[in-house]
DNA sequence: CGCTGGATTGAGTCCGGTCAAGCCTTGTGG
DNA sequence: CCACAAGGCTTGACCGGACTCAATCCAGCG
């Protein structure tokens, strides 16, 4: 199978000029709604670059290619009608994210910070067309989702406290940081993929803070004080 | 491919004698814990009577058949340790359960009500071992599940009237009822499927019922009346 | 040094959870 | 066939955690 070139998919590389708003306006998957040109440059093997809240597809658009993050991060996110925002997942360097279960993409993918993607390859629907490799890899992905997916449905059932100390602590283990977290995502962003208020997200930090379960050096810089304590915090788990 | 009858799964058929537990008291996923017994009776073509709140399989069993949904209903379920209960998806007839994507159940399966279960194939881990066909109809019904699982993180975003309007129309569609719907389960079944408490969700539906939204002539039966209504609730969906 | 956007903090409100009481349905046994 | 008991459902009162509104605070940058 090869890339289609052809392929409608498209996207702006939107360059400084930040959209700038402000933290209670619009969200960008709004702000830049319509505007999106053609500049597809999906050269297989080159990453790239997309600035800060940068989209990479929208909602809407027809699957196309699979993406890896080679550095920053990348949000897919969905515009709900009441203007709130609703995240999908993050996705931090070396992490593949693209993949849907329909012809169009359920979610938008947004740049968290400016970052470097690259195209891995395109993806098709039907079954037929794939080779070994290629149904494995995509298979091991689906279930990678899947899975993370699940989980998150369950964290949602918990409490602010137990959604944030669960969120560090997944933030940790993914980005194989022992004791520090550089979250690259804002307090609004957080808020949005634990479905809480931004409020609420800061809030709850500050309060583990308090209680010396970490520390926060700086807004985006978080120290694990009391990795055991969070551990019990997040894991509502399963009986036994 | 064929089936594996020295698998280690295993079940019990809990004829009658149902263990009769008060709305309050521990649910069968805790209840009936460790007694299972071994009786494999897994021929395929011959349906499992399986009688209500009957285990199918438990969580932590190891992954091993797949099973369709002759008639009743199935719901999949996790026990948490603070003692509440996660319900995973509910399974029509027709509907197809039972695939996972690790080793190990994450979720237990359970009969809502006096249900028919038939065995469809086994499914292997091992992505070589799928001949074309098996493995389109696994992917199809993988991408099925994720895709309500996603829709699930959706909904827990949303307050309580559009949880429940959201769950009557997806049951409506599911059962392809126009107009009136038979909710085989429970109200705590509903309540822990949707993430609220038994008595939130009795109130939202009766809620609805003196909007005039829809109609509850018995508690297990429901009519939408105003099922435009009901959408729109239901979906604070994507804008545009 | 002031500006801007993000983060924190506070006060007040409300939705949904908890506790508790009663109702209704179902099934069982006299 | 009726009476009673048990479980499930509904309803009420109250409470608390999270949301909202709003005022600072802080850091980065021109």
Redesign the interface.
């Known amino acids: 199978m090869q890339i289609d070139l052809a392929s409608p998919l498209a996207w702006e590389v939107t360059r400084s000029s930040k959209p700038r708003q402000s933290q209670t306006e619009l969200i960008p998957?709004?702000a830049q709604g319509g505007k999106r040109a053609l500049h597809v440059v999906s050269r297989k093997g080159a990453p790239i670059e997309f600035s800060r809240n940068a989209g990479i597809y929208w909602?809407g658009d027809p699957v196309g290619q699979l993406y890896k993050v080679i550095s920053g991060a990348v949000r897919t996110c969905?515009?709900?009608?009441?203007?709130?925002r609703?995240i999908?997942a993050f996705y931090l360097p070396g992490e593949i994210f693209g993949l849907e279960?329909?012809a169009d993409h359920?979610l938008s993918a947004e740049a968290v910070v400016d970052s470097q993607v690259l195209v891995v390859k395109s993806q098709s629907s039907h079954?037929?067309h794939w080779d070994?490799q290629e149904?494995?890899e995509t298979?091991e992905l689906?279930?990678r989702?899947?899975?993370r997916?699940?989980d998150?449905?369950?964290l949602?059932?918990k409490t602010a406290r137990e959604r944030v100390a669960n969120f560090l602590l997944e933030m940790a283990e993914r980005t194989g940081s022992s004791e520090q977290v550089e979250l690259p995502m804002s307090r609004k962003d957080i808020a949005d993929y634990l479905?809480l208020s931004l409020e609420t997200a800061s809030r709850t930090l500050t309060q583990l803070e308090r209680e010396a379960a970490i520390a926060i050096p700086g807004s985006k810089r978080i120290v694990l004080r009391k990795r055991a304590a969070l551990r019990r915090l997040a894991?509502?788990?399963?009986?036994n």
């Not at 969905?78 to 709130?84: P, T, Y």
């Open positions: 998957s709004i909602e969905k515009a709900l009608a009441d203007g709130r609703q999908g279960t329909q359920l079954f037929e070994l149904a494995s298979w689906m279930r989702e899947f899975r997916t699940s998150r449905v369950l949602l059932g479905g894991e509502v788990g399963p009986l």
